[in-house]
C-alpha cells in the first residue's frame, strides 16, 4: 500500500511538472502583443464626437478603463485638449499608469498612448468617419510588450474579453454626445468675462414676485441715472445670489453699467461692479419663463466639460420688454461663472 502511496505522488508531480513546462512554454510561443478593433456608428455630428475624444479630461466620463465613478485616482497635465494631453491614474491596490495624446487629426484620428505597471505599453487609435449626420467611430486597442509568461495568455483572450469593454465605451461615448448635441442650439461658450462700474439694488422676495420687484428696482435705478446724467455702457443685468428650491425664494441684485464710477448720493443704491471672470455663456430668445431648459443645458454642459459653477448665475437683457414688445425677440444672455474641476 505504501509503495501504491508513492508512486501516486511520484506520478503527480511529473504531471504538475510537466503541465508547468506545457505552461511556459506555450507562453513563449504565444505573440507578445494583441489589437483590438472595434466599430460603432454614432447618432452625432462628427465634430461633437471627436472634441468629446480629444478632450482628455472627458475621458472618465466615457471610458470604462478610468470611469469617474471608479475607485481610480485621476490627475492631468499638459495641454487641456489634443496633442500633449495626459490622464494619470492610480488604482486602490497601487497599479498605475497613463493616457498620452501623442496625434490628433482634426474629425479623423486621434493616437493615444497607454502606459501601465501591467501593461507595459500600449496604443489606442480613434478613426472618425462623417456620415452625414452620424459618425463611424473606430476604437483599436494596440497592446504590445506583454509580459512573460501571463501576459502571453492575456493577450490571448483579449479579444474576446475586451471587445466588448471598448464597445460599451463607444455607446457612453454616443450618449454623451447625444446631451450634447441637445444644447448646442444655445451655443454655449466658454469666454473671460469682464467687469464695468454699475448701479445695483439688492432685494429678496418669493419667486412668484420677481418680476415685480425687478420692474420697481430697474425703475429706481434708471431714474437716478436720468437725474444725475449718467452715462451707461451696457446692458441691464441681474444676479441671483440664493435660489432656495424648498422655499420658493431668491434673494437677488439688478444692475445697470455705468461708464464711469461715480458718487452714489441715494443710500439705496449701490456703486458696485458686473460680475466677471472665466465664465460659460448661453443665449435664450423668448419670454423668461421659458428659461428653464437653457439652464439644465448649461448644467450638462458643465458635466460634460468637468466644469463646476462658482457662486449664482447671473442674467444680461439684451433685447428686454422696454425695447421691444414682441416676447419672441427678447433675448437673454445667461452666464454661469466656473472653474475646472480638480
Not at 472618425?128 to 509580459?147: G, R, V, Y
Not at 475586451?162 to 461658450?189: C, R
Given at each position: 500500500m505504501?509503495?501504491s502511496f508513492n508512486?501516486i505522488?511520484f506520478y503527480t508531480?511529473?504531471a504538475?511538472?510537466?503541465?508547468v513546462?506545457?505552461?511556459?512554454t506555450v507562453?513563449?510561443?504565444?505573440?507578445?502583443?494583441?489589437?483590438?478593433?472595434v466599430r460603432?456608428?454614432?447618432?452625432v455630428p462628427?465634430d461633437l464626437v471627436?472634441?468629446?475624444?480629444?478632450?482628455i479630461?472627458?475621458?472618465?466620463?466615457?471610458?470604462?478603463?478610468?470611469?469617474?465613478?471608479?475607485?481610480i485616482?485621476m490627475?492631468?497635465?499638459g495641454?487641456e485638449s489634443g496633442?500633449g494631453s495626459v490622464?494619470n491614474?492610480?488604482?486602490?491596490?497601487?497599479?498605475?499608469g497613463?493616457?498620452?495624446?501623442t496625434e490628433?487629426?482634426?474629425?479623423?484620428?486621434i493616437i493615444a498612448?497607454?502606459?501601465?505597471t501591467?501593461?507595459?505599453?500600449?496604443?489606442?487609435t480613434?478613426?472618425f468617419?462623417a456620415l452625414?449626420?452620424?459618425?463611424?467611430?473606430?476604437w483599436?486597442?494596440?497592446?504590445n510588450?506583454?509580459?512573460?509568461p501571463?501576459?502571453r495568455?492575456f493577450?490571448?483572450i483579449?479579444?474576446?474579453?475586451l471587445?466588448a469593454?471598448?464597445?460599451?465605451?463607444l455607446?457612453?461615448?454616443e450618449q454623451?454626445?447625444?446631451?450634447q448635441?441637445?444644447?448646442?442650439s444655445y451655443?454655449?461658450?466658454l469666454?473671460?468675462?469682464e467687469?464695468?462700474p454699475s448701479?445695483t439694488l439688492?432685494?429678496?422676495?418669493?419667486?412668484?414676485d420677481i418680476s415685480?420687484h425687478?420692474?420697481?428696482?430697474?425703475?429706481k435705478?434708471y431714474?437716478?441715472?436720468?437725474?444725475?446724467?449718467i452715462?451707461?455702457?451696457?446692458h441691464?443685468?441681474s444676479s441671483?445670489?440664493v435660489?432656495?428650491?424648498?422655499?420658493?425664494?431668491a434673494?437677488f441684485?439688478?444692475?445697470v453699467?455705468?461708464?464711469?464710477?461715480?458718487q452714489?448720493?441715494?443710500s439705496?443704491?449701490?456703486?458696485?461692479?458686473?460680475?466677471?471672470g472665466q465664465?460659460i455663456?448661453?443665449?435664450?430668445?423668448g419670454?423668461y419663463?421659458?428659461?428653464?431648459?437653457?439652464?439644465?443645458?448649461?448644467?450638462?454642459?458643465?458635466?460634460?466639460n468637468r466644469l463646476?459653477?462658482?457662486?449664482?448665475?447671473?442674467?444680461v437683457?439684451?433685447?428686454?420688454?422696454?425695447m421691444?414688445?414682441?416676447t419672441?425677440k427678447w433675448q437673454?444672455?445667461v452666464f454661469?461663472?466656473v472653474r475646472?474641476?480638480?
Amino acid at each position: 500500500m505504501k509503495l501504491s502511496f508513492n508512486k501516486i505522488i511520484f506520478y503527480t508531480t511529473v504531471a504538475i511538472l510537466v503541465l508547468v513546462i506545457l505552461f511556459f512554454t506555450v507562453a513563449f510561443f504565444l505573440p507578445s502583443s494583441t489589437k483590438i478593433t472595434v466599430r460603432y456608428k454614432v447618432k452625432v455630428p462628427v465634430d461633437l464626437v471627436f472634441a468629446q475624444v480629444n478632450t482628455i479630461q472627458n475621458w472618465p466620463n466615457w471610458n470604462p478603463f478610468v470611469l469617474v465613478d471608479s475607485p481610480i485616482e485621476m490627475s492631468y497635465k499638459g495641454e487641456e485638449s489634443g496633442a500633449g494631453s495626459v490622464l494619470n491614474w492610480l488604482t486602490p491596490n497601487g497599479a498605475k499608469g497613463f493616457f498620452t495624446i501623442t496625434e490628433s487629426l482634426k474629425n479623423e484620428k486621434i493616437i493615444a498612448d497607454v502606459k501601465s505597471t501591467r501593461i507595459a505599453r500600449g496604443y489606442n487609435t480613434f478613426e472618425f468617419l462623417a456620415l452625414d449626420t452620424l459618425t463611424e467611430l473606430t476604437w483599436t486597442m494596440e497592446i504590445n510588450e506583454l509580459s512573460y509568461p501571463l501576459g502571453r495568455y492575456f493577450g490571448l483572450i483579449a479579444k474576446s474579453t475586451l471587445g466588448a469593454v471598448l464597445e460599451k465605451g463607444l455607446e457612453n461615448i454616443e450618449q454623451i454626445t447625444i446631451e450634447q448635441k441637445s444644447y448646442y442650439s444655445y451655443n454655449i461658450q466658454l469666454s473671460e468675462v469682464e467687469s464695468y462700474p454699475s448701479l445695483t439694488l439688492k432685494d429678496s422676495c418669493a419667486w412668484s414676485d420677481i418680476s415685480l420687484h425687478m420692474s420697481q428696482m430697474y425703475g429706481k435705478i434708471y431714474s437716478y441715472i436720468q437725474a444725475n446724467q449718467i452715462e451707461t455702457t451696457y446692458h441691464s443685468y441681474s444676479s441671483y445670489l440664493v435660489w432656495n428650491e424648498a422655499q420658493q425664494y431668491a434673494v437677488f441684485e439688478v444692475g445697470v453699467p455705468i461708464k464711469l464710477a461715480t458718487q452714489v448720493t441715494d443710500s439705496t443704491i449701490l456703486l458696485s461692479r458686473t460680475p466677471s471672470g472665466q465664465c460659460i455663456k448661453a443665449t435664450h430668445f423668448g419670454a423668461y419663463e421659458n428659461t428653464f431648459s437653457l439652464y439644465v443645458a448649461m448644467d450638462k454642459y458643465m458635466q460634460a466639460n468637468r466644469l463646476e459653477q462658482i457662486g449664482g448665475p447671473w442674467e444680461v437683457y439684451v433685447i428686454n420688454p422696454v425695447m421691444e414688445k414682441d416676447t419672441t425677440k427678447w433675448q437673454t444672455d445667461v452666464f454661469f461663472k466656473v472653474r475646472k474641476k480638480e
